[in-house]
Nanobody, 118 residues
Framework: VRLVETGGGLAQPGGSLTLSCSTS????????LAWFRQAPGEDREFVAA????????EYRESVKGRFTISRDNAKNTAYLQMNELKPEDTAVYYC????????????WGPGTQVTVSS
């Protein structure tokens, strides 16, 4: 399954962006969905995850209170609302699916670039 991420771009510090993740290849309502990011020269890191019904969410510490993960199973889409963006949020953002939070498949898509700069 190949997930497709959209919504990246350039934002000023303190600004907002909303990322979307979807696919036409699979019914995503059966899976946990998660966002990851990779900055230049760094390893890919976990950002946020949401379970199948949306009732359980997890975030990395540095984005808590600023980022919100959500999903719309009717649209087969997951979202990452990013507020109060900081330069250190600059990265390529990827989404992935899994059977449960913490265990993910190899569904990596091309990612979407987020750049936070004044």
């Amino acid at each position: 399954v190949r997930l497709v991420e959209t919504g990246g771009g350039l934002a000023q510090p303190g600004g907002s962006l909303t990322l979307s993740c979807s696919t036409s290849e699979e019914d995503l309502s059966n899976y946990v969905l998660a966002w990851f990011r990779q900055a230049p020269g760094e390893d890919r890191e976990f950002v946020a995850a949401i379970n199948q019904r949306g009732g359980s969410k997890e975030y990395r510490e540095s984005v808590k209170g600023r980022f919100t993960i959500s999903r719309d199973n009717a649209k087969n889409t997951a979202y990452l609302q990013m507020n109060e963006l900081k330069p250190e949020d600059t990265a390529v953002y990827y989404c992935n699916g899994g059977g449960r939070i913490g265990v993910y498949y190899d569904w990596w898509g091309p990612g979407t670039q987020v750049t936070v700069s004044s």
